[in-house]
């Protein structure tokens, strides 16, 4: 009979992400529950979870982003981008994204990194998004503001998620090789990488056709708005 319990750490990962709890912690808490299932040692559990975390050491680097950003945007990254694009007549939400969308997976299909939400999104993508927005409203509301910053985002994951394996060297496509020549399953890296460039394309044509009504329905919303304050104006004018 199989014995299922060592899975507990799935069960446990998916209820806690789903409470939307701390990650590191669901994680933390779901490694040392899948051991103790496991009868493994809790120094042993404890040894492990160190080993991994000085092995990929690396991951902590993200930390340093965070300051530099602050610079950045202390000395006026953010009204830079927004003046920027204020200057462009033909830019708007929709080609931003999609500008940065393509140029992100082909990076990515290089084996580049140049973007992430600390480093491009929140300080470039976004203000630079939301200005040509105000190009053609002028009064953006917080929650028209709040979803051009969740489209900005979106471009993010699209661009990174559905186009990392495109390139033979990263971890990703590196995990799932590993995995399969294990089981005796003898396929090459450059066959998975295309048979992950029709997603990516596929991830990218969803996403134009998407920021494309988003904007479409922020225009028309605007355009009912300036029309409802025309015609306020014009009944107080003639009130008077």
């Given at each position: ?15 806690g992400l789903a409470l939307k709890l701390n990650t590191l912690l669901v994680i933390l808490v779901a490694g040392v529950a899948t051991g103790l299932v496991a ?139 590993g995995v399969m020549t294990d089981n005796q399953l003898d396929v090459k890296l450059e066959t998975m990488a295309l048979w992950a460039l029709p997603t990516a ?26 029309a409802s304050a025309t015609a306020n104006a014009d009944a107080q004018k003639e009130g008077q």
């Open positions: 009979m199989i014995d299922f319990w060592p899975l507990i750490g799935i069960v446990v990962i998916t209820v009868d493994i040692a809790v120094m042993e559990i404890l040894s492990i979870l160190g080993q991994s975390f000085t092995q990929n050491r690396y991951m902590s680097l993200f930390i340093l982003i965070l300051p530099m950003i602050g610079i950045l945007e202390r000395f006026g990254l953010r009204q830079r981008a927004e003046a920027l694009i204020g200057s462009m007549k033909k830019a708007s939400v929709s080609k931003i994204l999609m500008t940065y969308l393509l140029l992100r997976k082909a990076t990515n299909g290089m084996g580049l990194s140049i973007g992430g939400h600390p480093s491009m999104i929140r300080p470039l993508i976004a203000p630079m998004a939301e200005a040509a927005a105000e190009k053609d409203c002028p009064n953006l509301s917080d929650e028209k503001r709040q979803s051009i910053r969740a489209l900005s985002a979106a471009s993010e994951n699209f661009g990174n998620f559905f186009s990392q394996l495109l390139f033979i060297g990263t971890g990703g496509i590196l995990l799932i090789k394309v596929a991830s990218f044509v969803l996403f134009v056709i998407f920021s494309k009504i988003v904007e479409v329905r922020l225009l028309k919303s605007s355009t009912n708005q300036s």
